[in-house]
């Protein structure tokens, strides 16, 4: 064999044993690289939710971001309402309980039954209240004690006859001079629910009651107001009114009562300022500020519950 030929093998030799190093168990191939790779990138976080677990800058102000436009939408909403509420009538009308109930009836009072008479008389359904004449024919003028300064004005009685007639009358007069405690001088038409007009003069028992009735109360300033002397008269309430007040800085001023049933401001104060109710039973509403409007009736939309 030639030297040639000899020099020839063994560069041969070294070329396999080169190769056989260069993929050595342990190494991997270009391809075998890329799949690992791939293999990592679907196991492992990605960048993005890396961000969104970790307490990072970004981290932190994707999930806050989310409360804060949640919690406008709750807080937008009520705002909303309470603007709508607070021009809806039912924003002039608040009720309250007084403290002291039993100390607000005067001589008439809930539950109690009277002994007297009925009389009758030509009633238009105006007279001492100060009530204007209307068609309600069935009214009566309660005697001089029990009308009681006009606490009465406006009381709802039923009245029973001792055959066992009854009828309901709201008290819009006085019976002066010969009414006897007890009396009640009725409308012609009321008495003849009871007995016949040739009777003239019936034993009776009577007794407050609190009917049922889709009117609201009403207000009217005298003739002669204005805000600096004014005469306040709640009409068509359910149950008799036991106070008058009116708003006065940030209290409330209660108004006295006349006996032809108007609260007088004889200084001005609360003309024209929201006005509280108080009926018998305890009760108050809260009326919005009217303007004083002399001798004109302004309705509330309000009314005393029945009792």
């Not at 009308?93 to 039993?102: C, I, L, N």
């Not at 009925?118 to 309660?142: E, H, K, N, R």
């Not at 055959?163 to 008290?171: D, E, N, P, Q, Y």
């Amino acid at each position: 064999m030639s030297k040639r030929w000899l020099f020839l093998s063994a560069a041969a030799v070294l070329i396999v044993v080169s190769l056989v190093v260069v993929v050595l168990p342990g190494h991997k191939s270009s391809a075998e690289d890329v799949k690992s790779e791939a293999g990592r990138a679907a196991t492992e976080p990605s960048a993005t939710g890396s961000a969104s677990n970790s307490p990072s800058a970004t981290g932190t102000s994707t999930p806050s971001a989310k409360p804060a436009t949640a919690s406008k939408k709750p807080s937008a909403t009520p705002s909303a309402r309470a603007t709508t509420a607070s021009t809806a009538p039912s924003a002039t009308r608040t009720r309250q309980q007084a403290s002291s109930t039993g100390s607000l009836a005067g001589r008439i009072r809930p539950g109690a039954t009277y002994r007297g008479v009925a009389t009758f008389y030509d009633a238009d359904g105006g007279g001492a209240c100060m009530y204007d004449p209307s068609g309600d024919v069935l009214t009566g003028a309660m005697n001089t004690a029990d009308y009681e300064s006009s606490k009465a004005c406006g009381a709802y009685v039923s009245v029973h006859a001792a055959g066992g007639a009854t009828v309901t009358v709201r008290i819009t007069n006085e019976c002066p001079g010969d009414c006897a405690p007890g009396q009640i001088d009725l409308s012609a038409q009321a008495f003849a629910k009871l007995a016949s007009p040739s009777a003239g003069r019936i034993p009776i028992t009577w007794n407050l009651v609190s009917p049922t009735t889709t009117d609201t109360i009403s207000i009217r300033y005298k003739t002669g107001s204005t805000r600096y002397w004014c005469g306040i008269q709640a009409i068509g309430h359910r149950n008799p009114l036991a106070r008058l007040e009116v708003r006065a800085g940030t209290g409330w001023r209660q108004l006295a009562r006349t006996d032809y049933n108007y609260f007088l401001s004889e200084d001005g104060t609360g003309c024209g300022a929201a006005i509280r109710l108080t009926d018998i039973y305890g009760e108050q509403l809260t009326l919005a500020p009217l303007a004083v409007r002399p001798n004109v009736t302004q309705a509330t939309r309000v009314q005393f519950a029945k009792h």
